[in-house]
């Protein structure tokens, strides 16, 4: 079992930069990929950006170029780095971690972005 604890959501401003955090415990030996998906009020869940523990990393169109993903192996610990929000960003951030056995979900940060 893996447990994700994200971290990081807030209100900001257009134009302004967040950093979201997920901390993931438990059966953590098995994680290879951690990835960042979003949903916004009234859409389906959107892939944002993955990133595997040899540092590879894919984005989703909607965020190249403004958000970059990281991962600190020690703490088992993924962040999102977000710059230049826009409104539509807004939605609840979700840390997510693909394994063979099951997949698995923290219970998402909200990012609200408006002036």
């Known amino acids: 079992q893996v447990q994700l604890v994200e971290s990081g959501g807030g209100l900001v401003q257009p134009g302004g930069s967040l950093r979201l955090s997920c901390a993931a415990s438990?059966?953590?030996?098995?994680?290879?990929?951690m990835c960042w998906y979003r949903q916004a009020p009234g859409k389906d869940r959107e892939f944002v950006a993955h990133?595997?523990?040899?540092?590879?990393?894919n984005y989703g169109d909607s965020v190249k170029g403004r958000f970059t993903i990281s991962i600190d192996n020690p703490k088992n610990t993924m962040y999102l780095q977000m710059n230049s929000l826009q409104p539509e960003d807004t939605a609840v951030y979700y840390c997510?971690?693909?394994?063979?056995?099951?997949?698995?979900w923290g219970k998402g940060t909200l990012v609200t972005v408006s002036s």
């Open positions: 990133i595997t523990r040899a540092g590879d990393v």
């Open positions: 997510n971690v693909p394994l063979l056995s099951a997949t698995y």
């Open positions: 438990g059966s953590i030996f098995s994680i290879n990929v």
